[in-house]
């Protein structure tokens, strides 16, 4: 246990980081579940709205570097990379 008062408050300070940052990890990892699910149904519209929230939570975390900004860039790029996958699709069997 810190002892001075400078290293008590760090300890409050990190706790609330940590839990913080814990329940956004969580949102962006439970939002990219989401993406994933909804390109194994093949509704189009709905994957393009999931894949929307999930760059914007990714962005933001990225932010405030509660993840690295390269983690973000690239679950973006494959997400992104899914979703185009998924649009021209139609359009081959065309």
Do not use: C, F, W
């Given at each position: 246990?810190?002892?001075?008062?400078?290293?008590?408050?760090?300890?409050?300070?990190?706790?609330?980081?940590?839990?913080?940052?814990?329940?956004?990890?969580?949102?962006?990892?439970?939002?990219?579940?989401?993406?994933?699910?909804?390109?194994?149904?093949?509704?189009?519209?709905?994957?393009?709205?999931?894949?929307?929230?999930?760059?914007?939570?990714?962005?933001?975390?990225?932010a405030k570097r509660v993840v690295h900004p390269n983690?973000?860039?690239?679950?973006?790029s494959q997400l992104a990379r899914l979703l185009n996958?998924?649009?021209?699709?139609?359009?081959?069997?065309?």
């Amino acid at each position: 246990m810190p002892h001075t008062r400078s290293a008590k408050k760090r300890l409050r300070q990190n706790e609330k980081r940590r839990v913080r940052n814990r329940a956004a990890k969580s949102a962006i990892k439970t939002q990219i579940k989401k993406v994933l699910a909804v390109a194994k149904e093949g509704n189009l519209e709905q994957l393009r709205q999931e894949y929307n929230l999930a760059a914007k939570r990714l962005d933001k975390a990225a932010a405030k570097r509660v993840v690295h900004p390269n983690l973000a860039a690239r679950k973006k790029s494959q997400l992104a990379r899914l979703l185009n996958e998924k649009q021209a699709a139609p359009q081959g069997q065309k």
